[in-house]
């Protein structure tokens, strides 16, 4: 069993809530005192059944007002997988938040009311998981309910999004007439419509292979700490901490440490009280070198065979979380896994018009705003392209006077 | 390409370790708080396999609130000598005496609230940076949306307007000077994820955990264990019970529920099919439907 992480994409007027409360319902996943505290709420539907959408309404201002402002993460399980849903606000004055859910997504579920087809919002959710490197894609067009369950309202959405799917080159796209609020193709496969033969949400998201497993050959391991007892009986030991961050280490592989570039060889994996011959992406292992090399926390290990860009200059997409303005006269600091560093923002390539996605010349950058930048490091940063490791293709910006999180980056190209 | 086993346990497990190292590399004084409950036991596990063959960079830091399930400080106390690290203790009994705190009164009575300011105390005294907690985003819904990084400013107070965004698995923990941290290496796990991690990894924990017989009294529907420090009167009436706990807290908020199981297997199988969340069995949740919400914002864990 593994885990699927997904985000669903959408506003309140397309049954985003009611969508993860009808899963989580219809999977048994809301107990009895949990049941009974939403039966005692007052908000009700019209028909005057339980409001599944208050399931995901978290905090007291998102009931009071019935919409998501934050990121909720809900769980379930069936007997074939772990599901985490990052539920995320759909407005647009939320874009950093579904940006926020996105990043730790590895399907996106965008929702399409059947009755208002392609909108701008559905540009805009596309735009942030094709912007995210989301890999797989399900479209669910809801409230087929309100359009009598008719194949020929869901057809010709589909092609509609096609269209968008080609332009934002989406790849594994597939396409589910529900209807939230009924149930309909959510857990169950649909009585309504006989003329769709594929699988209800459910069944499809147990299915769907998500390459959890990284199968890429860039083996990267940013060292997060050193573990030095410094006992008697382990003078000499030395163990470098981390997560691989993908590919594979292995016994006696060659590796190069950056920034410094010195080069070794890999002595001995450990976890805990194992000894294991390999060290694979997600795992958190302790990595021993044969030589006597400086190490830090900050420093990556990779593949002496595949190495990262080493650059201090980096083309890379930016979106906006803070309501103070980007200044490009200033510093700030930028988080790329273990290794901070200063950094400026030295040139605005584009703003992208998330709505229509057109590009415009900009000089200034607001929360929300999307573009393309060229940022300048202090520090050499050992990355990949975001579209080839997204683990090692993304890194924050840190206000340093506020010490917020001030934009997210995803690195697109070394500049020359 | 070797393929390897890595299923949604080792998953959860590699990113708490992956948290808990940050802590460590980010922070000047961070600790671990804990309970003596399964969720901060195991979060003990995931620091030995963090850190282990050196010592923890942390303290355990328990904030003893005086009612506690005498078995939790049996436990507690073995731990530490097994695991050779330290612990520090605050006393919401030293916060009563000291009048910084009320001992409320009446039946429902508990001094499940008491303990932020011995928590808050405790945190300036030690000046830490960090605090490492064993919350759970599936126990409550204001928790749902509670960062991993989760800043605190010096009251303790968590703002949930003004959360910082949390990207990918960057956690941003810069913070001023007077603020903390509370991290939550296990917010993506579930109640039954804690007890397949812990059969698996075949921890111990405290018997309360499993069914005993014990004298317990009937309040606001549900069982509570009959002891000094719940204000009983004349129409309490003790009686002899097979119970267990589902989370260790203060003796008079955390409500026993019947059971048999006296095995893991059995625990896990009664949760499985169990229709009431663990947080159903505190009454602390109870007060209002965003009391979780307010406590947090207050300081609390």
Known sequence: ?416 | MSTYNFDYLDELEAEAIHILREVAGQFEKPALLFSGGKDSITLVRLAEKAFRPGKFPFPLVHIDTGHNFEETITYRDKMIERIGERLIVGSVQESINQGKVIEQTGKNASRNALQTVTLLDTIAEHQFDACIGGARRDEEKARAKERIFSVRDEFGQWDPKRQRPELWNIYNGKIHKGENVRVFPISNWTELDVWNYIRREKIELPSIYFSHEREVITRNGQLMAASPFLNMDDDDLVFRKQVRFRTVGDMSCTAAVESEATLIDDIIDEISASKISERGARLDDKVSEAAMEDRKKGGYF
Request: one cysteine or more; aromatic letters at 6%; charged letters at 25%.
């Open chain 1, 1 to 416: 069993m593994n885990i699927l992480k997904f985000f669903t994409a959408g506003s309140v007027d397309d049954g985003k809530s009611t969508l993860i409360g009808r899963l989580l319902y219809d999977t048994d996943s809301i107990l009895a005192d949990q049941l009974e505290a939403l039966q005692s709420s007052n908000r009700k539907n019209d028909d005057g059944t339980i409001d599944l959408a208050i399931l995901t309404d978290g905090l007291r201002a998102e009931r009071e007002q019935g919409i998501t402002i934050d990121v909720a993460y809900k769980y379930f399980q069936t007997d074939k997988r772990k599901f985490i849903i990052a539920d995320t606000p759909g407005h647009i004055q939320y874009t950093r938040n579904m940006v926020t859910g996105a990043s730790t997504a590895n399907l996106a579920i965008i929702l399409i009311d059947a009755r208002n087809g392609v909108v701008e919002q559905t540009i805009r959710h596309s735009y942030l998981v094709s912007l995210l490197g989301i890999k797989h894609i399900v479209v669910c067009i809801n409230k087929m309910d309100m359009v009598g369950y008719d194949e020929s309202v869901y057809n010709s959405i589909i092609n509609k999004y096609q269209v968008l799917a080609q332009q934002l080159k989406l790849v594994d796209v597939n396409y589910i007439p529900v209807s939230a609020l009924k149930g309909d193709n959510i857990v169950q496969n649909s009585e309504h419509m006989d003329w769709y033969e594929g699988e209800s949400l459910l069944h499809f998201l147990e299915k769907v292979d998500t390459d959890n497993l990284d199968k890429s050959q860039l083996a990267r391991m940013p060292v997060q700490w050193v573990i030095r007892p410094q006992t008697e009986e382990l003078h000499d030991y030395r163990g470098y901490a981390g997560q691989v961050l993908s590919g594979t280490f292995s016994l006696n592989d060659k590796v190069t440490i950056l920034p410094s570039g010195a080069s070794s060889t890999i002595e001995k994996i450990e976890f805990f009280d194992q000894a294991p011959t390999a060290a694979h992406a997600g795992q958190s292992v302790t990595i021993h070198l044969k030589d006597d090399v400086d190490i830090s926390r900050g420093d990556t290990i990779v593949n002496a065979s595949a190495l990262p860009q080493d650059s201090k200059l980096i083309e890379a997409d930016l979106c906006w979380m803070d309501g103070r303005a980007l200044d490009t006269s200033i510093m700030y600091l930028i988080q790329h896994n273990s290794k901070v560093t200063k950094c400026k923002v030295s040139e605005i390539l584009h703003k992208v018009d998330i709505n229509t996605l057109e590009k415009h010349p900009a000089d200034e950058f607001k929360l929300n705003d999307i573009g393309r930048v060229i940022l300048k490091t202090a520090d050499a940063l050992a990355f990949d392209l975001y579209d080839d490791n997204r683990a090692n293709g993304s890194a924050i910006l840190v206000d340093s006077r506020t010490n917020l999180t001030v934009g997210a980056l995803m690195f697109r190209a070394a500049v020359e």
